[in-house]
């Protein structure tokens, strides 16, 4: 039942903020990309991107984590590599990343009890340590466009074991917008506008539209 003398306008605890989550890449790497067949590729290639500087604008800690880099899978994806040049990726040989020491000890150095994962593939990379993580008392979300699996089938079935488990879905944009939350927020208005532009298709050229027409302070 509602109390309503205590309706206020605040924000639901559960919503993704800069201080809260951390963001999670999980094995964005050419051999994976191969075997990725649930959508395309180019699509997830833009998505993964979307969300890197998404969490990039906001100051969001991540985790950049391959598998058998040198070995088998290639390294990152270089443009997820161009949005955090200077950033330690986390090469491991397990195909579970949370049994991996190393990149638990990078999850807990964040201090975020909220994990945004993206992967490749969906139904072993990001379904192994969200279930790991949740396990564990972490909130999850998987950013479904920003991950993909062998099949469509296998990517569907992925993500429906993952929300029966706890997970959150979620996409790219989502988060992004998220984040921001309030237009009025110009410390990160000019950010989220210019990774919409250059990610987000019809929408970005929406702002670039409004932004011509109407003037330079056209809200998202």
């Given at each position: 039942?509602?109390?309503i003398a205590?309706?206020?306008p605040?924000?639901s605890?559960?919503?993704?903020?800069p201080?809260?989550?951390?963001?999670?890449?999980?094995?964005?790497?050419?051999?994976?990309?191969?075997?990725?067949?649930?959508g395309?590729?180019?699509a997830?290639?833009?998505?993964?991107?979307?969300?890197?500087?998404?969490?990039?604008?906001?100051?969001?800690?991540?985790?950049?984590?391959?598998v058998?880099?040198?070995?088998f899978?290639?390294?990152?994806?270089p443009?997820?590599?161009?949005?955090?040049?200077?950033?330690?990726?986390?090469?491991?040989?397990t195909?579970?990343?949370?049994?991996d020491?190393?990149?638990?000890?990078?999850v807990r150095?964040?201090?975020?009890q909220?994990?945004?994962?993206a992967?490749?593939?969906?139904e072993?990379?990001v379904?192994?340590?969200?279930?790991?993580?949740?396990?564990?008392?972490y909130?999850?979300?998987?950013?479904?466009d920003?991950?993909?699996?062998?099949?469509?089938?296998a990517?569907?079935?992925a993500?429906?074991?993952v929300?029966?488990a706890?997970a959150?879905?979620?996409?790219?944009?989502?988060?992004?917008?998220?984040?921001q939350?309030?237009?009025?927020?110009?410390?990160?208005?000019?950010?989220?506008?210019?990774?919409?532009?250059?990610?987000?298709?019809?929408?970005?050229?929406?702002?670039?539209?409004?932004?011509?027409v109407i003037?330079?302070h056209?809200?998202?």
């Open positions: 039942m509602i109390d205590g309706v206020t605040s924000p605890p559960d919503l993704l903020t201080d809260n989550c951390a963001v999670l890449f999980v094995d964005h790497q050419p051999q994976m990309f191969f075997g990725a067949g649930s395309d590729r180019a997830v290639i833009n998505a993964t991107v979307g969300l890197a500087k998404a969490a990039k604008a906001f100051d969001v800690p991540v985790v950049l984590s391959t058998a880099a040198e070995s899978s290639g390294p990152i994806m443009q997820l590599a161009d949005v955090f040049p200077d950033h330690e990726i986390v090469d491991r040989t195909m579970n990343a949370w049994e020491s190393a990149f638990v000890d990078a150095a964040t201090g975020r909220k994990l945004v994962i992967g490749l593939w969906t072993v990379c379904v192994l340590p969200t279930l790991s993580a949740l396990a564990q008392g909130e999850v979300y998987v950013v479904t920003a991950s993909a699996g062998v099949t469509p089938q990517h569907e079935h993500v429906q074991r929300v029966q706890g959150v879905p979620v996409t790219w944009v989502q988060v992004l917008l998220e984040l939350r309030d237009w009025a927020r110009t410390d990160t208005y000019a950010a989220t506008t210019g990774v919409v532009k250059e990610h987000a298709g019809a929408y970005g050229l929406g702002i670039v539209y409004a932004q011509a003037g330079a056209a809200a998202g």
